[in-house]
Every structure is written in C-alpha cells, then in structure tokens.
C-alpha cells in the first residue's frame, strides 16, 4: 500500500539515495583501507632507511673500540627514531650497549630464531608503534637491527580522515537526492503532461490528442500508443453517436404514427372497454417512448461539437419564477408544498434561456418524484463573491452515498427503492450537459434522513437590484404547456 503511494519521482530519488550512500561506505571503507596501507608502507620505508643508516654506522665504526661504537649508537638512536633503535643478536641478546632509556624500556617483539626479520605492530604505554627488525653481517658475525616508530601520527589521519568523510556523507546525500529529484522530475515531466491531456480528454473533446515530441524515445513511443488508442475510441464513440442520433430520428416518425392512430381509434364510440384500455396503454408507452427519443436526440446533438446554443443576457430571477409557475400544478398534484425566495437580486447570466429553463425543471421534477408525501421542496439562492449558488432541496427518500457519483450518468437507476419512479435515467445527464455549456458547476448532496440538494454554480453573474418573486405562485399550468415552450 505504501509503495502504491509514493510516486515514481520519490521512489527514483530514495533510489538514487540509496545508491549513492552504498556507493559512499564503499568509497569510503576502500579509501580508508588503501590509506591505512599507504600510511604503513610509508612507515615501514622510514623504518627501512633509518636501518640502512645505521648499516653504515656500524660499517664506519667497525674497528673502533666498543666505548667509541656505544657512544656513536647511543647518538644515532637519539637522532632518530626517539632513541628505539637496537643491534641484538640472534637470540635477542644485546649485541651492543643499551643505546637509550627508551629502548631499554621498549617492548621489543621477540625475534624468531629461524627468520628474525619482521615488520610487526607493538604497544607502549598505550601508543602503538611499528617495529621492524631485519639481520645484518657484520665482520663474519650475525646481528639483527630493529628499530621502532610510533604510529601515532598515522590514526590521526586516519582518524582526520574518517571524521571528513562521516562530516560531508550528510551534505553530500542531500545534495544527491535533490539532484536525484531534480533529475527525475525533469525527466519524467513529459508523463505528467501526457497523464494531464489524456485526463482532460472525454466524451465532449475526445478529437484532442497529445502533444508529440520527436525525442524518439519511449515516452514518443507512449504518446503515439495513446493517440493511437484516443483515435480508436473516437472512432468507435463517432459510430455509436450516429447510431443513437439516426435511431433516435428515425424512430420518431414510427412513434408518432402509431400514437396517432391509438387516439383516433380511442375516440371510437363503439370500441369495447377492453381494445379501449389496451389503446390508452399503448398512448401511455407511446408517450413515454417520445419522451426517451427526444432525450436521446438532445444528448446526442450535445455529444455533437461544437455546441451552439443561442446566448442573451438571462435574468435568474424571472426564470426561476416561470419554472415554478409551471411546476406548481404538479407539486400540488403530489401534495407537496414549494417554497421560493420571497425576495430576490435580479442576476445576470449570459445563456440560452430555454436550456436554462429546462435544466431547472429537470432539477424540480426529479425532486417531485422523490419526495416524500406532504414534502417540502425548497429552492434558493445565494450570492458571494461574484458566484450565485441556486439550490433545489428536497426532503425525500435521498441518496445512498454509492450512487452518488453515478447519478449524473445516462441511463442510471439508483438502487431498488428510487426505481419505483418512473424515469429513464437521462434527465440528469441533460441538466449536466447544459450547466457545462453555461461553464456552471452542477453537483448534488444527500442524506437518507435530510433528503436531496442538487446546487448550481453560476460564475461571473452579473447582479442589478429587481423587484422580488412572490412566494404565491398561480396555479393552472400544465407540464404540457412547459414541454411546448422549451420547444
């Protein structure tokens, strides 16, 4: 779950981090070994040539009397190396007088009879030193030179050296995993922008297509697969349009006929009460089936671009009170009570008054058929900071929270207990299409005990103070007589 929600960017840059900080330690313990190396090396060469030296002390001093050998030693070890400096043989005795106090106290490793040669570690009052101790023949007879040095100095750069390396690991991580980022970000920026257009691409602007770079890479070769993909949806969505718009058109004729000819034969006197009861259903379904078809054609002229709708300065006020005029006589015919504004701002809206008309219809109607008995429908608006908000609120049956994102959607039904209503499911769908065409928002709220509230956003209005719509409105207006004037 958690790596579904880290983006790649991030995932690239705990990547690279990562990476980069392996990379360090083994950087850094290489570093460290061959340094540790180096640092021996060179000190076994300081030991090396501090015994060559004294090689030639002893060449030099070869036939001079024990005293005068003693005193030049004594002076070399002082010289050099702080006084550890020996000539022992074989078995570890002292060939010559002690040189110094140091070397007296020094720990000497013990020589091996066999090999005496060595180049070994040694402890002190706590400090280490190196020792290294190599034979020399000296007229005929066999010695061993050893000499030490401390090592002091070589773990203080080591140790100089792993503290700069642990200083800058901080530093130099973050300045990797910001480059990491920075690096993956601008690389993968040209996925945001094909995620971005291939979002914005749907029923109503499916011909857009993404922009292609000629970078002949794989994100190239992503964004022709997606046009591709986009040309053959478009295609298949060009097709299923015509059909519903030519079925839609061509049904209508079919339909009217056969209404027409179930009316006439109903105000046939002598037709018996059967045949009577069986035309009146048929002009039912009839009526219904008109109904649909017109529906249909309206989605499928709105799923046609561009849209033209004629646009005029529309006063909200005014309209909002002709749609209720008009719906009063259903909203009594179902018991319901209808509460509008009793006063109200003139708004302007530029649109098409009709289209407007019915989508505060639609909106009306659908709260009548889902409210309760002795219901309540209340429709409001608000106006704040250049948008006006009218609200159609029922207290009926509401909404389930899973059907929600679906109500807008052509053809669908909520669950069982909304079904009882007669409907096809497309009314929504158009009031949705014409808030888009007016660039207004349409959403919808709802509780299973406060009932249904459907909103519409309008931006931009323009406002000018009118006399306010009175809550009486007349009755005597028929559904009919709306239907005809949206027409």
């Known amino acids: 779950m958690l790596r579904e929600r880290i983006s790649i960017s991030l995932r690239l840059t705990l990547w690279f981090g990562c990476a980069f900080f392996a990379g360090w330690v083994l950087f850094g313990v290489s570093m460290w070994a061959n340094l540790s190396h180096t640092l021996k090396g060179e000190r076994r060469q300081t030991l090396d040539r501090r015994l060559d030296r004294l090689e030639q002390l002893l060449i030099k001093d070869e036939g001079a009397t024990a005293p005068k050998r003693d005193h030049d030693l004594a002076e070399f070890a002082h010289a050099t190396g702080n006084g550890?400096?020996?000539?022992?043989?074989?078995?570890?005795?002292?060939?010559?007088?002690?040189?110094?106090?140091?070397?007296?106290?020094?720990?000497?490793?013990?020589?091996?009879?066999?090999?005496?040669?060595?180049?070994?570690?040694?402890?002190?009052?706590?400090?280490?030193?190196?020792?290294?101790?190599?034979?020399?023949?000296?007229?005929?007879?066999?010695?061993?030179?050893?000499?030490?040095?401390?090592?002091?100095?070589?773990?203080?750069?080591?140790?100089?050296?792993?503290?700069?390396?642990?200083?800058?690991?901080?530093?130099?991580?973050?300045?990797?995993?910001?480059?990491?980022?920075?690096?993956?970000?601008?690389?993968?920026?040209?996925?945001?922008?094909?995620?971005?257009?291939?979002?914005?691409?749907?029923?109503?602007?499916?011909?857009?297509?993404?922009?292609?770079?000629?970078?002949g890479d794989e994100l190239q070769r992503l964004s022709e697969t997606c046009n591709a993909m986009f040309d053959r949806l478009e295609s298949s969505v060009n097709q299923i349009k015509r059909f519903t718009a030519d079925a839609s058109h061509e049904l209508r004729g079919p339909l009217s006929f056969t209404r027409t000819v179930a009316e006439v034969a109903l105000k046939n006197p002598q037709i018996d009460e059967e045949s009577r009861v069986a035309l009146k259903d048929i002009v039912d379904e009839?009526?219904?089936?008109?109904?649909?078809?017109?529906?249909?054609?309206?989605?499928?002229?709105?799923?046609?671009?561009?849209?033209?709708?004629?646009?005029?300065?529309?006063?909200?006020?005014?309209?909002?009170?002709?749609?209720?005029?008009?719906?009063?006589?259903?909203?009594?015919?179902?018991?319901?009570?209808?509460?509008?504004?009793?006063?109200?701002?003139?708004?302007?809206?530029?649109?098409?008054a009709s289209a407007l008309k019915r989508l505060l219809w639609i909106l009306l109607d659908n709260a009548v058929k889902y409210s309760n008995p002795n219901g309540t429908i209340t429709l409001s608006v608000e106006t704040l900071a250049g948008q006006t908000k009218v609200m159609v609120h029922d207290n009926g049956i509401g909404i389930s929270p899973a059907d929600l994102p679906f109500v807008f959607d052509r053809f669908y039904r909520a669950d069982p207990s909304r079904s009882v209503v007669e409907g096809n499911g497309l009314g929504l769908a158009i009031a949705k299409w014409i808030a888009e065409t007016h660039q207004a928002e349409l959403s919808v709220t709802s509780d299973a005990k406060g009932g249904t509230s459907f909103n519409i956003v309008f931006d931009n209005v323009q406002t000018s103070t009118v006399q306010g719509i009175s809550t009486e409105i007349p009755s005597g207006q028929s559904q009919e007589h709306f239907a005809t004037a949206l027409e």
Not at 199 to 209: F, L
Request: glycine share 6%; hydrophobic share 50%.
């Open 84 to 215: 550890l400096v020996e000539v022992l043989h074989p078995d570890g005795t002292l060939a010559y007088g002690p040189p110094t106090a140091a070397a007296s106290s020094f720990p000497w490793p013990k020589l091996q009879v066999d090999d005496p040669t060595m180049f070994v570690r040694a402890t002190s009052d706590g400090q280490p030193y190196w020792v290294l101790a190599r034979p020399f023949s000296l007229a005929g007879n066999s010695v061993v030179l050893i000499a030490a040095a401390p090592e002091a100095g070589n773990l203080l750069v080591i140790e100089n050296f792993l503290w700069g390396l642990l200083a800058s690991a901080p530093l130099l991580l973050v300045i990797s995993s910001a480059s990491g980022y920075w690096v993956s970000r601008r690389a993968l920026k040209p996925v945001d922008r094909i995620s971005a257009t291939a979002r914005s691409i749907s029923i109503r602007n499916i011909s857009e297509r993404i922009p292609v770079s000629p970078t």
């Open 286 to 352: 009839m009526a219904k089936a008109a109904i649909l078809l017109e529906e249909m054609l309206t989605l499928a002229r709105a799923d046609s671009l561009p849209v033209a709708l004629p646009r005029t300065q529309v006063d909200l006020a005014w309209m909002i009170k002709d749609v209720c005029t008009m719906a009063q006589p259903i909203v009594e015919q179902h018991g319901l009570q209808l509460l509008v504004p009793g006063h109200l701002s003139g708004v302007m809206v530029l649109g098409d």
